[in-house]
Nanobody, 117 residues
Framework: QVQLVESGGGLVQAGGSLRLSCAAS????????LAWFRQAPGKEREFVAA???????YYTDSVKGRFTISRDNAKNTVYLQMNSLKPEDTAVYYC???????????WGQGTQVTVSS
């Protein structure tokens, strides 16, 4: 089993920045991909960014150039640096991990990000 705990959410004005962290514990050696998803009120959960074991990254179009995902394997932690935040980025952000398959097996509890206009 893998446990994921997010932190770093909060309230920020439009144009501001936040950095989310997600600490993994348990069978961390089995983790292949770490990702961030988000869910806004009344909307389905959507993919935000992912980082593979070899540090290759992928982003959804709406955050490209503004968000950066990174991982510190020594600390078993993945980060999401969010710059130039917009009100439409307001959501609960979830960290997720998989073991190499497309399906994400492990999820954190979520952290709220609120961007005021």
């Amino acid at each position: 089993q893998v446990q994921l705990v997010e932190s770093g959410g909060g309230l920020v004005q439009a144009g501001g920045s936040l950095r989310l962290s997600c600490a993994a514990s348990g069978r961390t050696f089995s983790i292949h991909t770490l990702a961030w998803f988000r869910q806004a009120p009344g909307k389905e959960r959507e993919f935000v960014a992912a980082i593979w074991t070899g540090s290759m990254t992928y982003y959804t179009d709406s955050v490209k150039g503004r968000f950066t995902i990174s991982r510190d394997n020594a600390k078993n932690t993945v980060y999401l640096q969010m710059n130039s935040l917009k009100p439409e980025d307001t959501a609960v952000y979830y960290c997720a991990a998989n073991q190499g398959a497309a399906k994400y097996d492990y999820w954190g509890q979520g952290t709220q990000v609120t961007v005021s206009s």
